[in-house]
């Protein structure tokens, strides 16, 4: 058991949370858009595409000595996959899903690999919240990362 055993369980309460009221929206208020902003479809096809592209990270970083990963254009990802038109609540059980995969591909990573300082890495670029690219970074970090990056959003969701 790794030292994010109860920050994922945490995390896994908030999806479970936010995932019921996510339920309670319908398609219609899912896609209204406002000043040119993305819609509430929109912002999740964004944390769909962001849990996608950090799920293959989170493998990878076991693997390698680095945390080096290929970044993405998020608003192209959005615009091509054009969101607005998928059916809202078979956006909200991919979100759940693919966030409880992820909790749970997490809490597998073996603390030597989740608390190595790994010299090389890039997420002065691609994290939410960057460290510097002089500084070593963890896994752990970018786990947690992502974690606010995704309540950030959720947060935009629920407004």
Excluded: C
């Excluded at 406002?34 to 996608?52: C, F």
């Excluded at 998928?86 to 809490?107: D, Q, R, S, T, Y």
């Excluded at 608390?115 to 994290?127: C, G, P, S, V």
């Excluded at 960057?130 to 786990?143: H, Q, R, S, V």
């Amino acid at each position: 058991m790794n030292s994010l055993k109860s920050f994922l369980d945490e995390q896994k309460e908030y999806l479970l949370e936010s995932y019921a009221k996510l339920l309670l929206m319908g398609d219609g208020e899912a896609s209204s858009k406002q000043d040119g902003k993305w819609s509430k479809k929109e912002i999740l096809g964004h944390l769909i595409d962001s849990a996608s592209n950090n799920h293959q990270r989170f493998v990878r970083a076991q693997f390698q000595d680095s945390l080096v990963f290929l970044g993405y254009d998020q608003d192209k990802w959005v615009r091509v996959q054009n969101y607005q038109y998928v059916n809202w609540f078979a956006l909200v059980e991919l979100w759940k899903g693919f966030n409880f995969l992820i909790a749970h591909l997490a809490g597998e990573i073996q603390d030597e690999v989740i608390l190595a300082e790994r010299k090389k890495h890039n997420l002065y670029d691609i994290a939410s919240v960057g460290i510097p690219e002089n500084k070593p970074a963890t896994l752990d970090y970018f786990i947690r990362d992502y974690y606010f990056h995704l309540r950030h959003h959720m947060d935009q969701i629920f407004v």
